[in-house]
């Protein structure tokens, strides 16, 4: 790694803050309520989800069966991964080690290139299909509300596919400043809160995988 | 008294790019102030337009088209632009971390970054206004909503940006609070001004997202016809509400609570006297955060929702107004045996509590089941909420500006004006607002371009009320400005209040005090605390 | 100045919640094939709590962490309870008063309830 950049382990902290460990806390507390937001924001379209469901329980059943649970799978499976190679990563910058963080951020970005990759493979078969939402809905179906799954899936879906590319966009910022040796035991703060992030994200998806792939 | 001038924060930097890239919180809550009071008079320009329409049951000289765009605006901007983030954004930015004997707010960058998504949402807005202005009504209700031809995707996107900068507002008060306290400073020996702000912060982070959703849903309505809230589609229109008033019910609690706020710290201030219940008051605006989640249904009474659900949030609702309730009580026992100056401050103190009581009053009246039945979409709710936004929270907000201007520009205005503007104000709002009360009762209904005769008294009537109002702001903002520059310099405690802010200078320096403070008595305890005549601590 | 309160996680905990996850996936895969009827989604929404719970718990820190940030994030979730709760307090209840009013329940008023909407229109 770059000698230039040699981080000691003073990190020069706020001037409003009384440590670094002082500015550390306060934003792992900012962070987490952040993520509570987030929380809320998607809370949102999973009650849009349950009412429909409840509305119409035969149209979901049918719906989900455009969908390839196997593909869904993958994904959580390699959401999964990320989440895990993501919280080696801040271990490692936690251990001043550079090279190590550096990888498992990489790891991380590729596992998710791999999500967004697959999701765009599901989303291009629904459009071949015709399966989208409303005006555009143009596939053979017995419900005729079947445009609301659809028009839920890509919403949802594309909400969360929206996060993924922030989280693609942070981690590369990540990369380059672990690359640049900037992290340290004295100073990880970065990392640790793009990695909260990242395990929502993980979050979400834990829950959309059931509720859109394996109906019924 | 030199070393107020040299010393203050205006002073440590100067040029353009000192505020416009500047991390202090006493700046950022300076460019916050003067935008929101931008918004205010936009939006009080598309009121008194509005009002003068009404003044006849005949067509003036706005469309009914146009008049539907008008209140819409008017709305919106007064929701969005100004009501939401006015005292937190304004007044909290600039003395909650001073309260709280901070150097600055927890994320100082973060500040920046939320007045700058402001900003953008207020230009997009105004983009929004020019290209075709919505007619929905701030309430953006579907069907019409997700079928009008008016610019509805603009202005909801532009709602959704300025949410944002609301929400990092929010985490951002709520880390200060945590995490930023003085030594000495525990929970309860902090002003309920932080209490206050604290309170808000968790609505805002909790709350607003869930009206985000809603916007990217309804823009999703509109573009994609994903059919959620299309009945012909099998979707359901009333959803939107119920995820419209999610949000926007403990909106207005944001709205409240700050004003609440400031009414604990000018009651203590101007009765020397330390507040009666300090801690109801204090658990009352978590109280109040807590359960105004529950309650957003007391909007839909009249929607189609299930009556079962109707009979839940109205119980609700009565148990909403009783942590409001405890504060005015506590706020006027706290006024017993006082020693009552009456300066400008507590003369907006005083139209508070008379102009809040009746709005609260008149909410738990819409918050009967039967009797919403009858009023609802009247003016009797049109009466109601002015009654608690402005005669509660711009009353509230004014009080707080006059009583913190002298410390945060070190100039007193011109206290005549000021009282000559305050009493306007307060005979304007009442003239305005108190006969729609009566003709909301009588049957007339609210956002309607025409009406019949028999309203036309009332109308006429409310309109002159909103010139009395103009007269008396547009009165107030050329004594303000004048102040900046030709006010008398202030003391550093022009009042003789005794929590953090007071102590140090006016205005105060860049790291907010000379030496780092150190707590050791309660916010508002005048029995411990001594100060001398220069309003400085001597014990 | 470093986070001395910070301990270092082995990486033994984060390997054995990764793996709990992977497993707990092929579970919910599994039991996705079986029908429990109405507890299917209950089900499923059980098993991705505990796979939530660990990625809260073990990636996130919560576990060591605790305090106030495990108190609000529980009133997040309290919040977002409450939202369902309600929404389906409406939208499971509707129409279930037509039934009485369709009895003319205890009316007593003159006013003349309109249930033939031809006849309403004709005479209008």
């Known amino acids: 790694m770059s000698q230039a950049n040699v981080v000691t382990n003073k990190h020069h902290f706020a001037h409003h803050f009384a440590s670094a460990s002082h500015e550390f806390e306060t934003c792992k507390l900012g962070m987490w309520f952040f993520l509570a937001q987030e929380l809320l924001f998607f809370s949102g379209v999973f009650v849009m989800y349950a009412v429909f469901r409840y509305f119409y329980p035969e149209m979901f059943i049918e719906a989900h069966h455009h969908l390839s649970w196997k593909l869904g799978a993958l994904n959580t499976v390699l959401l999964i991964t990320s989440s895990f190679t993501m919280v080696m990563g801040v271990r490692a910058a936690q251990l001043r080690k550079s090279r190590e963080c550096f990888w498992h951020l990489t790891a991380t970005f590729m596992f998710a290139l791999g999500f967004m990759v697959v999701k765009g493979i599901e989303y291009s078969a629904k459009i071949h299909h015709g399966l989208v939402p409303s005006i555009w809905f143009n596939a053979p179906g017995v419900n005729e509300t079947l445009p609301i799954f659809f028009g839920c899936y890509f919403f949802m879906t594309g909400l969360h596919g929206i996060h993924v590319l922030v989280g693609m966009g942070l981690l590369f910022w990540l990369m380059i400043r672990a690359y640049r040796n900037e992290f340290s035991t004295g100073y990880f703060t970065p990392v640790e809160m793009v990695g909260l992030y990242w395990h929502l994200v993980d979050l979400i998806w834990i829950f959309l995988f059931p509720l859109l792939y394996l109906i019924g | 008294m030199s070393d107020t001038v040299s010393n203050s924060f205006f002073e440590s930097s100067k040029g353009w790019k000192s505020w416009l890239f500047t991390l202090d919180h006493k700046r950022i809550g300076i460019m916050y102030l003067f935008s929101i009071m931008v918004a205010f008079g936009l939006g009080g320009f598309f009121a008194l337009l509005l009002r003068l329409e009404l003044l006849s049951p005949a067509q003036f000289f706005l469309t009914a088209k146009q008049y539907n765009q008008v209140f819409t605006l008017h709305g919106a901007v007064m929701v969005f632009l100004f009501i939401i983030p006015s005292i937190p954004a304004s007044l909290g930015n600039f003395f909650l971390p001073i309260q709280l004997g901070a150097k600055d707010v927890a994320f100082p960058k973060l500040n920046l970054l939320s007045w700058y998504i402001y900003i953008f949402g207020a230009l997009f807005s105004i983009f929004s206004m020019v290209n075709g202005a919505v007619d929905t009504g701030w309430t953006f209700y579907t069907p019409y909503s997700s079928t009008t031809d008016t610019s509805v995707i603009l202005m909801t996107l532009s709602a959704f940006i300025l949410g944002f900068s609301s929400i990092l507002t929010g985490v951002n008060f709520m880390a200060t609070v945590h995490k930023l306290r003085a030594p000495g400073m525990t929970w309860f020996r902090m002003p309920l001004f932080s209490w206050g702000i604290y309170a808000t912060a968790v609505i805002q982070v909790l709350a607003t997202p869930v009206l985000a959703l809603t916007l990217l849903l309804l823009v999703a309505e509109r ?171 711009v009353i509230a907000f004014l009080g707080g500006l006059h009583y913190w201007w002298p410390k945060m520009f070190g100039r007193m205005y011109n206290e005549f004006w000021a009282r000559i503007s305050a009493v306007l104000i307060f005979l304007g709002f009442n003239i305005t607002f108190f006969p729609q009360f009566i003709m909301g009762a009588k049957g007339m209904p609210r956002r309607y371009y025409s009406y019949l005769l028999e309203y036309h008294p009332f109308h006429v009537a409310s309109t002159i009320g909103s010139w009395f109002l103009g007269i008396g702001f547009i009165i107030m903002l050329v004594y303000l400005i004048h102040s900046l520059r030709f006010g008398r310099r202030s003391p550093a405690n022009p009042w003789g209040g005794i929590t953090l802010e007071w102590q140090t200078t006016s205005p105060p320096p860049l790291e907010n005090f000379l030496k780092d403070p150190v707590v050791d008595n309660d916010p508002y305890d005048y029995e411990k605390v001594e100060i001398d005549e220069s309003g400085k601590r001597c014990n | 100045m470093s986070n001395n309160d910070h301990f270092i996680v082995p990486v033994s905990t984060y390997l054995s919640t990764f793996l709990a996850l992977i497993f707990l996936t092929v579970l919910t895969v599994v039991v996705a094939q079986f029908d429990f009827g109405p507890f299917n989604i209950a089900v499923a929404l059980f098993v991705a709590c505990i796979k939530a719970s660990l990625v809260i718990g073990f990636f996130m820190g919560l576990h060591w962490d605790r305090g106030f940030i495990a108190a609000f994030f529980l009133s997040s979730l309290l919040a977002i309870a409450l939202f369902f709760l309600f929404v389906f307090a409406d939208v499971g209840f509707r129409g279930a008063t037509e039934v009485k009013e369709k009895g003319k329940f205890g009316i007593k008023s003159p006013v003349k309830l309109i249930d033939d909407a031809d006849r309403y229109h004709s005479t209008h």
């Not at chain 2, 009945?231 to 609690?253: K, N």
């Open chain 2, 223 to 393: 573009v994609i016809g994903i059919g959620i809230f299309d009945p012909s589609l099998g979707g359901d229109p009333v959803l939107f509400q119920h995820f419209f008033w999610f949000y926007s019910h403990p909106a207005v609690y944001i709205m409240i609570l700050p004003a609440m706020a400031i009414m604990s710290e000018l009651v203590t201030t101007f009765c020397k006297r330390n507040i009666f219940g300090y801690t109801f008051i204090a658990y009352s605006s978590i109280s109040i955060a807590v359960i105004s989640f529950l309650v957003w249904g007391h909007h839909m009474f009249v929607s189609g929702q299930s009556e079962f659900v109707s009979m839940l949030f109205s119980l609700l609702t009565f148990l909403v107004a009783i942590p409001s309730a405890i504060k005015v009580f506590n706020w006027i026992t706290t006024m017993y045996q006082g020693s009552i100056s009456l300066k400008v401050p507590f003369l907006y103190f005083l139209s508070f509590i008379f102009l809040f009581s009746i709005g609260g009053f008149t909410g738990v009246v819409l918050g009967t089941l039967s009797l919403d039945v009858h009023l609802h979409d009247t003016y009797f709710v049109v009466s109601h909420f002015h009654y608690v936004m402005m005669g509660g929270t």
